[in-house]
């Protein structure tokens, strides 16, 4: 069974550019999840997503960050204009469900900095 | 107060000792209770989860709960040189949100 596919797996950019990040979760998963993780730190959920509809948003940073996921698939993560405390990896994750229990399986990350 | 809070370490553990790591959480309605292990450059990956007060065993690792204190636990039995990494304890406070903790870097020296 493949896993959660995520790319780019690095980027760089200055502050005040743009940059998106893309998300494949697991067949069958209904439940996706972006993460923030800053070096050092815990991972910060931004966004939970249950099949195309925003289940919990309430630490994604509205002014900057937005994210989608479209046919309730794949899904992409946007930053406009980033900013130099944006850089940590963002993580992906999905799950079967969002029922308590269902093991959230996590993709490999995007490393971003901003310079 | 930090919703999830870890000892961030290093915790350095002899190999074949017992390593044991500590979570403390402040929502007392929380759920379910999970340990994540992360190796450097790697993404988290989960090793168990606990619901019910008390232990959990599987393998060498066993999870125990104490909902009464706010208190979750995982101990590494035997530890190995592989069980070097970073381990995560996660809270989730319904519909599957996972609060994390900081993280405890262990280190397993042979």
């Known amino acids: 069974e493949a896993g959660v596919a995520q790319s780019p797996r690095y980027k760089i950019i200055e502050k005040r550019q743009s940059v998106a990040f893309w998300c494949n979760p697991i067949?069958?998963?209904?439940?996706l999840y972006w993460y923030q993780q800053i070096l050092g730190q815990g991972p910060k959920l931004l966004i939970q997503?249950?099949?195309?509809?925003?289940?919990?948003d309430s630490q994604l940073p509205k002014d900057r960050f937005s994210a989608e996921r479209l046919k309730g698939v794949d899904s992409t993560l946007k930053i406009q204009p980033a900013k130099l405390e944006d850089s940590a990896v963002y993580l992906c994750?999905?799950?079967?469900?969002?029922?308590?229990?269902?093991?959230?399986?996590f993709g490999p990350g995007t490393r971003l900095t901003v310079l | 107060q930090k919703e999830v809070e870890q000892n961030s370490g290093p915790l350095s553990v002899p190999e074949g000792a017992i390593a044991s790591l500590n979570c403390t959480y402040s929502?007392?309605?929380?759920?379910?209770f999970f340990w994540y292990r992360q190796y450097s450059g790697k993404s988290p990956e989960l090793i168990m989860f606990?619901?019910?007060?008390g232990d959990k065993e599987d393998g060498r690792f066993t999870a125990q709960l104490n909902k009464a204190s706010q208190y979750v636990s995982l101990l590494i039995r035997d530890s190995q040189p592989s069980d070097s990494a970073t381990y995560l304890c996660?809270?989730?406070?319904?519909?599957?949100?996972?609060?994390f903790g900081q993280g405890t870097r262990l280190t397993i020296n042979p």
């Open positions: 996660a809270v989730s406070q319904g519909a599957q949100k996972l609060v």
């Open positions: 929502d007392r309605g929380s759920q379910s």
């Open positions: 994750a999905s799950s079967l469900s969002g029922r308590a229990g269902n093991e959230q399986f």
């Open positions: 067949s069958g998963h209904a439940t």
């Open positions: 606990i619901y019910s007060n």
């Open positions: 997503f249950q099949n195309n509809g925003v289940v919990d």
